[in-house]
């Protein structure tokens, strides 16, 4: 387990409620189920469940003919999944702690596999799309959400870095964060009948808000170059990124942007 990998399970193990803080995350997940149209006795993949929203709602859709496996390699989220499923009765349902990346399945054992606000941390996602290609059978669904190029202050810490050290920040989300890069890597990957729905959304936030802190623990899944940075340039980072978040404050808060893609694609 690499060290960024371990990072994202550790970060995750602490936010086994999550799906209790507000309703996006219910709404992200119920959006994309309703995305793709899961029958009864069919058999879902749902890539980093987390605790379950996905998967346990998909595992009611097909019925007990049909069948469902939730990955995730965080152990404080699948025992929530679990905890929910237990009052449900659920007997059609899996939860399996793996790394996504490294999990793998025979060819053609799903007919839709999700993946709900978590492709942006998968740092070959190339890579991945090909496995998942591989999984479905013909004629199955891939269906996945992701952040756009504006989403969460990104372009804002790009300008503050660029400004500092001459060089370009890459987006945590790079190779889909924009619909034709999202078209263009699920047609490399052999998938068709590709759609992609922009939800513009977002939200203020106050200035003593956690999530408009940026440090060389943000998750970068494909290299961290704050890591690169001395102690000095860090403190020179934050504290321009500081100032910039301050002139963005209204009276509302600072605006951030969280606008979604929703993606589906056919084998």
Excluded at 181 to 206: A, M
Aim: proline residues 6%; glycine residues 6%; hydrophobic residues 40%.
């Amino acid at each position: 387990m690499n060290q960024y990998k371990q990072q994202v399970i550790d970060f995750f193990n602490q936010r086994i409620a999550y799906d209790q803080e507000g309703s996006r995350h219910p709404q992200e997940a119920a959006q994309l189920l309703s995305f793709v149209p899961l029958q009864k006795h069919q058999r879902a993949l749902d890539i980093a469940t987390g605790t379950g929203l996905v998967a346990i709602s998909a595992a009611q859709k097909v019925g007990v003919q049909g069948y469902v496996v939730g990955v995730d390699f965080s152990p404080g989220m699948l025992a929530q999944a679990k905890r929910k499923v237990e009052p449900l009765g659920l007997t059609n349902i899996e939860f399996v702690e793996a790394d996504a990346e490294a999990v793998d399945f025979m060819p053609e054992s799903f007919d839709v596999i999700f993946c709900c606000s978590a492709i942006t941390y998968l740092p070959d996602i190339p890579k991945t799309l090909e496995k998942w290609y591989r999984f479905l059978r013909p004629g199955g669904f891939v269906a996945f959400t992701c952040p756009a190029d504006t989403a969460y202050l990104a372009p804002l810490q790009g300008k503050v870095y660029t400004e500092l050290f001459n060089l370009s920040l890459p987006h945590i989300n790079e190779p889909l964060n924009t619909p034709e890069k999202c078209r263009n890597l699920l047609l490399q990957s052999g998938f068709r009948e590709i759609e992609v729905v922009i939800e513009p959304s977002g939200c203020y936030l106050s200035l003593d808000d956690g999530r408009l802190s940026w440090s060389e623990s943000s998750f970068y899944p494909r290299g961290n170059p704050l890591s690169l940075l001395s102690a000095q340039q860090l403190e020179q980072l934050q504290r321009k990124y500081r100032a910039e978040i301050e002139q963005l404050a209204t009276d509302a808060g600072v605006w951030q942007d969280m606008t979604t893609f929703f993606v589906k694609a056919r084998k």
